[in-house]
Each structure stands twice: as structure tokens, then as C-alpha cells.
């Protein structure tokens, strides 16, 4: 069966499997955390595809590595943004996944594309939101002053990094700290963060319905939080 042919959920080996789509532009160390955990089997899921706006980078490579399939194309060999999305977009929705995931992914989506996927796409973004949008998010936290920083998993709107936020993960800021002191800090715990999220999507414990979040059939009124074990709690 080819793989577009499985439905959103497919059933594998040990129960249901959630069709994972990676979207990443760099180093790619929140997709091997994806991959490790998929291999090492304590994530029920599978990366149907790893997508790409930068064909060099390292995380196609880790793809590349694992078997995945790959697809990359660079931003200039299209007319604007809406046209390099119609073509990323239309290839993930023939492979119809579960969920979408930004995994350090650093284009901006265009509205139209991210409104159509409203509730099936997660962005992980290194700061407490919604504090820090954007860019330089380390730099502008201890420009800030901040005395707390971290990581957030939310769903993808047409606003940049401003849908609603599903987890968190916090760490302490030191006053001696540098820019990759902390970048470093958040980058630890960025990947349990991550790997939580996308299990309880597996698990059926975290459902969207357009932007609304439910967590263990409850509405989510606040962001999960990451404790110190890697649970994710509400
Ligand atoms: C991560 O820190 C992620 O939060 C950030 O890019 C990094 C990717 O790391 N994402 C953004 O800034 C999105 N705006 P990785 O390539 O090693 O996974």
C-alpha cells in the first residue's frame, strides 16, 4: 500500500501509530530526539516525511540517515511565499498526516497555508510565550531581564507564533549568563518538551478541533507544564 494510502492514524506493530510530517531548516536535534525515540520504540509514532525550505541543512541529512523520506526546495526558485507553501503544503496533504511539526523550521508559513492546517500543526519555539515572538528569543530574554525563560509547543495560526500554546517548558535565568549559556539551557529540555507533546497527540490524550485544545477531554486553559521527571502536567 503506498503510504498516502494509510489513514491518519495507521496501525502498526504495537497498536496505532500517529503519521508524523517534520518541517525543520537546521541542525535538526528535535528531529533525532523524534527519530530516537520512534527507533528505541517509546514513541508510538511514525515521520512520514521531513520537509524542507533549506536543501542543504543538517536535519535532511539525519533524515536521510534514518530512511525517511525527504523533500526540500529552495524559497527563491518560486514566485513568493504563497507559492513555495502551495507546493510544500500540497506534497504533505498527499501524505496525509496526523500532525505537522515545526521542529525548527524558520520560514514564516503564509496565513493561507496555516489556517488550512489550523489544528493539525505544532510549532516548537524557544521562548515562554507569548513572551518573545520572533527571533533572537535568548538575546531578547536577557536583554530583558527575564529570571525565567524557556520553551513553548503551540498550535500553528495564521499569526506568527501566536496560536494557542499547548506546553511549556521553563528554565531559570542566571545572572552571569551568556546567549549560549541559556540558548544551550533551553535547548535541553526543548526535547522532552517536544517528545511529551507529540505522545500525548499519539495517545489521544491532547485532540484539537480548530484552534480549541482538549487534554484528557478537558478544555486546556493554561499550557502543560514540563516537571523536572519530563511529564508534562496539567
Ligand atoms: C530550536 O531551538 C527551536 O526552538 C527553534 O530552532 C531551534 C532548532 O533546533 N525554533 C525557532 O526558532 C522557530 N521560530 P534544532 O534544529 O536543533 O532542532
Known amino acids: 500500500m503506498a503510504d498516502r494510502d494509510i489513514p491518519a492514524f495507521a496501525v502498526g506493530g504495537s497498536g496505532q501509530t500517529l503519521r508524523i ?8 536535534s528535535n528531529l533525532q530526539a523524534l527519530i530516537d525515540a520512534i527507533a528505541s520504540k517509546s514513541l508510538p509514532a511514525c515521520i512520514v516525511a521531513v520537509c524542507s525550505d533549506k536543501p542543504d541543512c543538517l536535519a535532511l541529512q539525519r533524515a536521510q540517515q534514518a530512511g ?43 496565513a493561507t497555508a496555516a489556517q488550512r492546517h489550523v489544528g493539525q500543526m505544532i510549532n516548537l519555539h524557544p521562548s515562554l510565550l507569548p513572551r518573545h515572538p520572533g527571533l533572537h528569543t535568548h538575546a531578547r530574554a536577557l536583554e530583558a531581564g527575564d529570571r525565567e525563560h524557556g520553551a513553548s509547543v ?21 545572572g552571569n549568563d551568556s546567549e549560549d549559556a541559556l540558548s544551550h539551557r533551553v535547548r535541553a529540555r526543548e ?18 478541533d480548530g484552534n480549541a485544545i482538549t487534554f484528557d477531554g478537558r478544555p486546556l486553559d493554561s499550557p502543560l507544564q514540563l516537571d523536572c521527571h519530563d511529564q508534562l502536567q496539567r
Open 68 to 110: 525517511i523520506a525527504t523533500w526540500a526546495q529552495r524559497p527563491r526558485d518560486f514566485a513568493n511565499r504563497e507559492a513555495f507553501d502551495d507546493a510544500l503544503f500540497a506534497h504533505i496533504d498527499t501524505l496525509q498526516p496526523a500532525l505537522i511539526v515545526c521542529a525548527g523550521y524558520m520560514r514564516v508559513i503564509s
Open 191 to 208: 526535547h522532552p518538551l517536544l517528545l511529551g507533546v507529540v505522545a500525548l497527540f499519539a495517545d489521544h490524550r491532547l485532540r484539537t
Open 21 to 28: 510530517v517534520v518541517l525543520a531548516s537546521g541542525n535538526g
Open 154 to 174: 503551540h498550535l500553528v495560526t495564521a499569526e506568527l507564533d501566536a496560536g494557542p500554546v499547548i506546553a511549556q517548558a521553563r528554565v531559570p535565568v542566571h
